[in-house]
């Protein structure tokens, strides 16, 4: 199995970094695996899954839960305004967050439900154009905006560009998040969560190194 492979390399570089040993969690990304895989991962024990679409998650992810019992599932991809309430149903967690309209929004519905999910405001490290996330230069301003809404901030989720030394990217998230009093790093996938270990990753998210390749995108 290699979620124990994997549950093992996180553990090791947690201790070489000097790192609390469970001071890293393991979301794993199960966007678009047959769902005979993620049940095996079910089944190993683990419960903390990833997914970028609400669609597909609400379309497994409560017969999952009804099986599984209590499932820790965290959005990771961009969420459209009008998706906000139903991803604060299904999602323990919401790393996406990335603009002051999501952000009103994700705050209204928390007044009337009396609930909000785990938030965390995603930077666009690389400036990319067709990434979402805030741009480092408002990051700060706008992780007061959400606070001052008194939303559940937790800290910064970034997806560095694929052509690029991830270590620059994940060393800058953590020092914005540092400047900005947070304490959570949503960072490193299966290609570089050591590197984002070592960086102060308190979340790394991997898909394909636990599950396989995925067959579609
Ligand atoms: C798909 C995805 C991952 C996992 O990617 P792998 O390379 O398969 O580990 C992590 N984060 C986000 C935002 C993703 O969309």
């Known amino acids: ?92 967690a919401i790393h996406s967050v990335d603009r002051p309209k999501l952000a009103k929004s994700i705050a209204r519905i928390a007044q009337e439900e009396g609930h909000c999910p785990d938030l965390f405001v995603q930077v666009n490290t690389g400036e990319e154009e067709q990434k979402a996330g805030i741009l480092p230069e408002d990051a700060d301003s706008f992780v007061a905006e959400c606070l001052s809404m008194d939303l559940p901030v937790k800290g910064l989720m970034c997806i560095p560009p694929v052509d690029e030394e991830p270590s620059l990217h994940f060393a800058l998230l953590a020092k914005i998040a540092a400047r900005n009093g947070l304490s959570g790093l949503s960072m490193g996938m299966s290609s570089d969560f050591e590197r984002a270990i070592a960086l102060g990753a308190t979340h790394v998210r991997v898909g394909s190194a636990i599950f396989g390749e995925r067959t579609k995108s």
Request: aromatic share 6%; charged share 25%; proline share 4%.
């Open 1 to 92: 199995m290699t979620l124990q492979d994997i549950s093992a390399r996180i553990s090791k570089a947690e201790g070489d970094a000097g790192r609390t040993p469970g001071s890293v969690s393991l979301i794993a990304v199960s966007k678009v695996q047959p769902n005979a895989r993620v049940q095996a991962v079910l089944e190993a024990g683990h419960r903390c899954f990833g997914e970028n679409k609400v669609q597909e998650a609400a379309g497994k992810w409560p017969d999952f839960r009804e099986t599984f019992g209590n499932v820790d599932l965290h959005l990771i991809g961009p969420l459209q305004s009008n998706k906000t309430r139903a991803a604060m149903e299904l999602f323990d």
